[in-house]
């Protein structure tokens, strides 16, 4: 069990339109029904344009700032592989990072650039690559790629299963709850 | 009662909902938005997107002197265009509670400017409260209702960005949602309103009698903020203490857990005896707050020293690390600095126009034609960034036209050929139609084109008076573009409504209308590809 006394901090980050905000609501409120004090903080407008999407979320015995402190992150999740970089004012070496392989081209920019993953590596030695075409296959629809990624993550942060499945139930859209066990569940043993 | 997870916004809409509030108006703006589109799901309460802050702010006084608990809801600029009735309403003051909830937005994560509106308290003598989590916004906003009633006063709500889109736990008072004594303010038809010109009425003898009425009430609110259970003394390490209120408290807390601290839930007006007694119990006193010196000045000026904008800054957010670094570095302790991994550069990834955006197509044309293209507040205004670059000004609401108008001025016969304006719909409703007709009425002869998604794009797609529904989605009347030419003086061929996918028409239509010696009205029509997709959701 994750020890009550310890904040575990969570940052989330990707690309507006890639369901970071669903991803993080159901961390947050798996972290509540689990018994914990949690806050979550992220800022809409601008950003979800297309633009940089970040979600800090943050659950222990009691929480002050919703926002992590700097390079406090016990894990930091990235649907987007630049944009993992973008964050590193809160990671550490000590971080685990989940980064999905995932590219997407900001506007205006012509070429991705490259050599990123050895970059994140250097960023944190706890780094899992996730080939996101491989877990669309798994999961057999791209619709539920944001909670197989809760699945993920569930891995390093031991919230027990029954407030992960209250948190989805209440989060997905009706009729979709089974899909969506079925991918936490896949992300949680991949 | 259960435990949930709230944002500010929704914890705002539930403190309204158990203070038994009956109507909310306001008009959209980032981070407040949220505040009224919640309020809607709750039963009993009558909500109104107004066209813009400073009828809402009206409908508000006018509901609250009929007898209903009214919630106004704005971002911090919107406040600057409902400052007209907020310092004159200071005097009328309230006859059931009118809480004006207003959202500040340090850093400018999506608004024009950042300017601190507890300035606006002070100037226009209202007390207002500051939160600094979801559950204290729920317990503040029913707190707020209940000091306007019995200080017979607006009271102003402020949040910051930080406070209206993070979420965290909330209790709900399910007890006040259903006590008997709120069923019965709820099903309580608000008495309507009655006559008392003393009051209402503000010509300068009844005013000059009023502003002395609102010194007193301003007087009597300083002597009892300092009961105020909102206004909380921690005494601990007394080295030094911390003055500070709202998110910067849970900086302050994360960064020290064991600072002393004075939190102030009522920020305006300060409770002095409190301040008094704090400052004799610790050290050397910090002030923590985001933008002005709001604090600090007042604290100085009773004759306090006290460490703040000296060493903090002015502009942006705070977080747990600025007030970590920045206090420990003045207290003669700088934290040791350790080395991290520092990314290589990467390509900046804005907000930009949706593919397939309506918008898209006009700036590419602006583009090509060179023209000077005074802008406005929206999604389009993102035009102003490659590949378009096709915005020379941006500066508040409605402004579009108006700052056309003296270019036009000023610029003469080439200033109109080479100018147009560009405004999107909810724009044009909340004050650009004002400029329309100050246009017509001093003979101007420029290009205005409105750029009408048919929703208000920018702060999440909310109806607006030109898209033909209302805040509940029900139908409603949607304003005619050519009689409203018609209506100031404007010919046939002076209005010209044309299609977004349509580049060749509106390119035609601006040429066109450039060069004809006449004021024009250029619409181009399509829908928003995210209402468009949120629609078909729903249906
Ligand atoms: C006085 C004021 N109120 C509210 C806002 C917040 N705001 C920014 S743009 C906008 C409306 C944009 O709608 P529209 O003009 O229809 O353009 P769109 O985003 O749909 O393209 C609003 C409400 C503001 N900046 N200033």
Not at chain 1, 161 to 169: L, N, P, V, Y
Not at chain 2, 531 to 536: P, T
């Given at each position: 069990m994750t020890d009550k006394n310890k904040t575990t901090n969570i940052l989330m980050v990707g690309v507006g339109g890639q369901g970071i905000i669903l991803a993080s609501d159901i961390v947050s409120a798996a972290a509540l029904h689990a018994g914990f004090d949690a806050k979550k903080s992220e800022i809409h407008g601008m950003s979800q344009r297309g633009g940089s999407v970040f979600s800090h979320i943050r659950f222990g015995k009691h929480i002050y700032s919703p926002v992590i402190p700097n390079h406090q992150a016990d894990i930091l999740l990235s649907l987007e592989l630049m944009e993992t970089l973008r964050w590193v004012q809160y990671a550490g070496p000590d971080t685990q990072c989940i980064v999905s392989q995932e590219m997407i081209l900001p506007a205006m920019v012509e070429e991705y650039p490259t050599g990123l993953e050895d970059e994140i590596k250097k960023l944190s030695q706890k780094t899992v690559f996730v080939d996101p075409k491989e877990l669309i296959k798994k999961i057999g629809d791209k619709k539920y790629i944001n909670v197989a990624f809760c699945g993920m993550l569930a891995k390093y942060i031991d919230l027990p299963e029954a407030s992960w499945k209250q948190s989805i139930e209440e989060h997905v859209p009706r009729g979709t709850f089974e899909a969506n066990w079925t991918a936490f569940g896949i992300g949680k043993t991949d | 009662m259960k435990k949930i997870l709230l944002s500010g916004n929704e914890a705002v809409a539930r403190g309204a909902f158990e203070a038994g509030v009956a109507v909310g108006a306001g008009y959209p703006g980032t981070p407040s938005t949220e505040i009224?589109?919640?309020?809607?799901?709750?039963?009993?309460?009558?909500?109104?997107?107004?066209?813009?802050?400073?009828?809402?702010?009206?409908?508000?006084?006018?509901?609250?002197?009929?007898?209903?608990?009214t919630l106004v809801t704005m971002k911090h600029v919107g406040l600057n265009v409902a400052a007209d009735p907020l310092f004159t309403?200071?005097?009328?003051?309230v006859k059931a509670g009118l809480v004006i909830v207003n959202a500040d937005d340090p850093d400018m994560h999506s608004s024009q400017n950042e300017q601190d509106n507890r300035n606006y308290a002070r100037s226009a003598k209202v007390p207002m409260l500051e939160p600094a989590d979801s559950d204290e916004t729920r317990r503040f906003t029913v707190r707020a209702f209940e000091l306007s009633e019995k200080y017979d006063t607006p009271v102003i709500l402020r949040t910051t960005t930080r406070i209206s889109h993070s979420m965290s736990v909330v209790t709900p008072d399910s007890e006040a949602a259903q006590s008997p004594s709120?069923?019965?303010?709820?099903?309580?038809?608000?008495?309507?309103?009655?006559?008392?010109?003393k009051k209402y009425v503000m010509i300068p003898a009844f005013a000059r009698e009023r502003h002395k009425v609102v010194e007193k009430r301003m007087e009597k609110l300083t002597a009892d903020a300092d009961s105020f259970d909102i206004n909380i003394i921690e005494i601990n390490d007394t080295r030094f203490g911390i003055i500070t209120s709202?998110?910067?408290y849970m900086y302050v807390k994360e960064a020290f857990p064991d600072a002393s601290v004075l939190k102030l839930g009522m920020i305006w007006p300060l409770p002095w005896k409190k301040i008094d007694e704090f400052s004799k119990k610790v050290g050397r006193i910090f002030i923590v707050e985001e933008l002005d010196a709001f604090f600090e000045i007042e604290i100085k000026a009773r004759g306090y020293t006290v460490t703040g904008k000296d060493i903090f800054p002015v502009?942006?957010?705070?977080?747990?690390?600025?007030?970590?670094?920045?206090?420990?570095?003045?207290?003669?302790?700088?934290?040791?600095?350790?080395?991290?991994?520092?990314?290589?550069?990467l390509p900046p990834r804005p907000p930009a126009l949706c593919p397939g955006c309506p918008h898209r197509t006009v700036f590419k044309i602006l583009n090509e034609m060179g023209l000077t293209v005074t802008g406005d507040i929206g999604c389009y205004t993102l035009g102003v960034l490659p590949p378009w670059s096709a915005m020379d000004t941006c500066v508040e609401m409605g402004g579009s036209i108006g700052l056309a108008q003296g270019i036009e001025i000023a610029g003469g016969e080439t200033a109109i050929k080479k100018t147009v304006a560009v405004i999107g719909d909810s724009t044009f409703a909340h004050s650009g139609i004002s400029n329309l007709v100050n246009a017509a009425y001093n003979g101007r002869k420029g290009l205005y084109i409105v750029l009408d998604n048919n929703t208000t794009a920018m702060t999440g797609m909310q109806p607006n008076p030109f898209s033909g529904e209302r805040i509940t989605l029900e139908a409603s009347v949607a304003v005619d573009y050519e009689l409203l030419g018609r209506a100031v003086g404007m010919k046939k061929d002076q209005?010209?409504?044309?299609?977004?996918?349509?580049?060749?028409?509106?390119?035609?239509?601006?040429?066109?209308m450039l060069d004809k010696d006449s004021l024009s009205l250029l619409v181009i029509k399509g829908p928003c590809v995210i209402w468009k997709r949120k629609r078909k959701k729903k249906e």
């Amino acid at each position: 069990m994750t020890d009550k006394n310890k904040t575990t901090n969570i940052l989330m980050v990707g690309v507006g339109g890639q369901g970071i905000i669903l991803a993080s609501d159901i961390v947050s409120a798996a972290a509540l029904h689990a018994g914990f004090d949690a806050k979550k903080s992220e800022i809409h407008g601008m950003s979800q344009r297309g633009g940089s999407v970040f979600s800090h979320i943050r659950f222990g015995k009691h929480i002050y700032s919703p926002v992590i402190p700097n390079h406090q992150a016990d894990i930091l999740l990235s649907l987007e592989l630049m944009e993992t970089l973008r964050w590193v004012q809160y990671a550490g070496p000590d971080t685990q990072c989940i980064v999905s392989q995932e590219m997407i081209l900001p506007a205006m920019v012509e070429e991705y650039p490259t050599g990123l993953e050895d970059e994140i590596k250097k960023l944190s030695q706890k780094t899992v690559f996730v080939d996101p075409k491989e877990l669309i296959k798994k999961i057999g629809d791209k619709k539920y790629i944001n909670v197989a990624f809760c699945g993920m993550l569930a891995k390093y942060i031991d919230l027990p299963e029954a407030s992960w499945k209250q948190s989805i139930e209440e989060h997905v859209p009706r009729g979709t709850f089974e899909a969506n066990w079925t991918a936490f569940g896949i992300g949680k043993t991949d | 009662m259960k435990k949930i997870l709230l944002s500010g916004n929704e914890a705002v809409a539930r403190g309204a909902f158990e203070a038994g509030v009956a109507v909310g108006a306001g008009y959209p703006g980032t981070p407040s938005t949220e505040i009224l589109e919640n309020l809607t799901k709750y039963p009993g309460i009558y909500t109104e997107w107004s066209v813009n802050e400073k009828i809402a702010y009206e409908v508000g006084i006018g509901a609250c002197l009929a007898g209903a608990r009214t919630l106004v809801t704005m971002k911090h600029v919107g406040l600057n265009v409902a400052a007209d009735p907020l310092f004159t309403s200071s005097y009328i003051g309230v006859k059931a509670g009118l809480v004006i909830v207003n959202a500040d937005d340090p850093d400018m994560h999506s608004s024009q400017n950042e300017q601190d509106n507890r300035n606006y308290a002070r100037s226009a003598k209202v007390p207002m409260l500051e939160p600094a989590d979801s559950d204290e916004t729920r317990r503040f906003t029913v707190r707020a209702f209940e000091l306007s009633e019995k200080y017979d006063t607006p009271v102003i709500l402020r949040t910051t960005t930080r406070i209206s889109h993070s979420m965290s736990v909330v209790t709900p008072d399910s007890e006040a949602a259903q006590s008997p004594s709120l069923e019965k303010v709820r099903a309580l038809k608000p008495e309507g309103f009655s006559r008392d010109i003393k009051k209402y009425v503000m010509i300068p003898a009844f005013a000059r009698e009023r502003h002395k009425v609102v010194e007193k009430r301003m007087e009597k609110l300083t002597a009892d903020a300092d009961s105020f259970d909102i206004n909380i003394i921690e005494i601990n390490d007394t080295r030094f203490g911390i003055i500070t209120s709202g998110i910067n408290y849970m900086y302050v807390k994360e960064a020290f857990p064991d600072a002393s601290v004075l939190k102030l839930g009522m920020i305006w007006p300060l409770p002095w005896k409190k301040i008094d007694e704090f400052s004799k119990k610790v050290g050397r006193i910090f002030i923590v707050e985001e933008l002005d010196a709001f604090f600090e000045i007042e604290i100085k000026a009773r004759g306090y020293t006290v460490t703040g904008k000296d060493i903090f800054p002015v502009t942006g957010e705070f977080s747990p690390d600025v007030v970590r670094e920045t206090i420990s570095a003045a207290m003669g302790e700088p934290l040791e600095t350790k080395e991290y991994y520092a990314s290589p550069k990467l390509p900046p990834r804005p907000p930009a126009l949706c593919p397939g955006c309506p918008h898209r197509t006009v700036f590419k044309i602006l583009n090509e034609m060179g023209l000077t293209v005074t802008g406005d507040i929206g999604c389009y205004t993102l035009g102003v960034l490659p590949p378009w670059s096709a915005m020379d000004t941006c500066v508040e609401m409605g402004g579009s036209i108006g700052l056309a108008q003296g270019i036009e001025i000023a610029g003469g016969e080439t200033a109109i050929k080479k100018t147009v304006a560009v405004i999107g719909d909810s724009t044009f409703a909340h004050s650009g139609i004002s400029n329309l007709v100050n246009a017509a009425y001093n003979g101007r002869k420029g290009l205005y084109i409105v750029l009408d998604n048919n929703t208000t794009a920018m702060t999440g797609m909310q109806p607006n008076p030109f898209s033909g529904e209302r805040i509940t989605l029900e139908a409603s009347v949607a304003v005619d573009y050519e009689l409203l030419g018609r209506a100031v003086g404007m010919k046939k061929d002076q209005v010209k409504i044309v299609d977004a996918y349509k580049p060749k028409d509106i390119e035609d239509a601006i040429r066109e209308m450039l060069d004809k010696d006449s004021l024009s009205l250029l619409v181009i029509k399509g829908p928003c590809v995210i209402w468009k997709r949120k629609r078909k959701k729903k249906e």
